[in-house]
C-alpha cells in the first residue's frame, strides 16, 4: 500500500464526511489488528465518489449501490441490508466467505488487473467468488488439510479459466474480461501460492478450531 494512486486502497466520502472502505477491508484489518495500530493509525486513501452531499442515508446507499460501491451479501451469498454492514475494522467483524478466499489464491494463475488498461471493478474477488458458488461444491474437499485446500483452488482456479473472456460472471454484469480472468492457468504461479501460502491458512484454519 503505497502513496501513488494506483496503488492506495478506494474510498467513498459520505454524509457528515464519514469516509466508506471499498477496497483494502483485508489489508486494513490487518493493520488495525497490531501492535501500535488500531482506529488512531493514519493512512493514505484515495477518494473515488464523494457522495456526501445525500440529503439521506437511503439515498446515499442508493447511489452507492448505482455506482457498485458497496457489495451488499453475507458469506453464504445472501442478500444484506446495509444497516448490517460492518461498522468498524477488525477480525471480528469480518465474516468468512470460503469462496472469495479461495479466489484470492488464484491470483495471477487465474485473473489479475484488466490487461487493457481498464480499471478493475471493486468487490472483483466477491463477484467471481459469488459466481463459483453455483459451479462447485465445496464438501468435496477437506479445506482443513493441506491437500484438499489445494485440490479446491486447483478446481476454483480451472473453472475460472474456463470462462470464455465475453461471458458474464454470474449475475455481476461483468464479464470475466473485465474481472481480469486468463483464458490458460498458469502452473507456475498455483505453484509459488501451494508452497508460500497454503500452510499459513491450514495453520490459520486449525487455531479457529
Known sequence: MGTHPDDMKTVVVGPAGQLYLTD???SFTTLWEVP?????LKMWVKVTDDFSNSPDMATFWHRMEAARKVWLKDN???TLPPEQLPAHLGFKSLQDDTFRSLVYFTRKAAYGKPEDGAIAPEFMEFYWGNWLRTQIDLSA??????GGYKDAIEAVAKRMVSLAPGSQVGDSGFTAHQL??????????LEKTFDK?????IDYRKSRN
Open 180 to 189: 481480469g480472468g486468463m483464458t490458460q492457468l498458469d502452473r507456475d504461479e
Open 197 to 201: 501460502k497454503v500452510p499459513y491458512v
Open 141 to 146: 474437499y477437506n479445506l482443513d488439510k493441506k
Open 76 to 78: 453464504r451469498g445472501q
Open 36 to 40: 501500535g495500530g488500531g482506529p488512531q
Open 24 to 26: 483494502g477491508h483485508h
